[in-house]
């Protein structure tokens, strides 16, 4: 039976492949969703997708994945290290979590070096590009399958 698992994008990741390419790259979101679906099939995982650039959707998102999805996959985006409301929802989930980030972010601006979805986060991946998120869904399969 495959595990369900959603990957949550927050805001300004709906620009990627445009905003700040020196930083984020060239690749879509499209690309990256495309490319995690195709290996979620080959790892029995049964992957929903979403992003938002709205704090408030965000955490409905996660809100709705209590006592259905045994796995989420999030990159908060700048809500990282701002939204403590994105923290107490993540908070009463009780799958795994983990949290990607396609820069370094503690080799960015200080301001960044801190996620507060880091506190509830089984797993961090960042610096590693687009590959975080697949290397992310891989990780995942391990642990529920």
Request: proline share 2%.
């Amino acid at each position: 039976m495959n595990k369900k698992v959603y990957m949550i994008n927050g805001p300004n990741l709906n620009l990627l492949g445009t905003r700040q390419p020196e930083i984020y790259g060239h690749t879509t979101l499209k690309n990256i969703e495309e490319t995690c679906v195709s290996i979620s099939k080959t790892l029995n995982i049964d992957l929903e997708l979403s992003q938002s650039n709205h704090e408030g959707e965000l955490i409905e998102i996660i809100q709705s994945a209590r006592d259905k999805v045994e796995g989420i996959i999030i990159n908060p985006g700048a809500f990282s290290h701002t939204s403590v409301a994105i923290l107490d929802a993540l908070n009463v989930y009780e799958g795994l979590v983990l949290e990607v980030h396609i820069s370094n972010i503690h080799k960015r601006e200080d301001f960044r070096h801190k996620s507060f979805v880091s506190l509830r986060a089984d797993g961090v991946i960042c610096g590693f590009g687009v590959s975080g998120y697949e290397i992310a869904l891989r990780h995942m399969a391990t642990i529920l399958i």
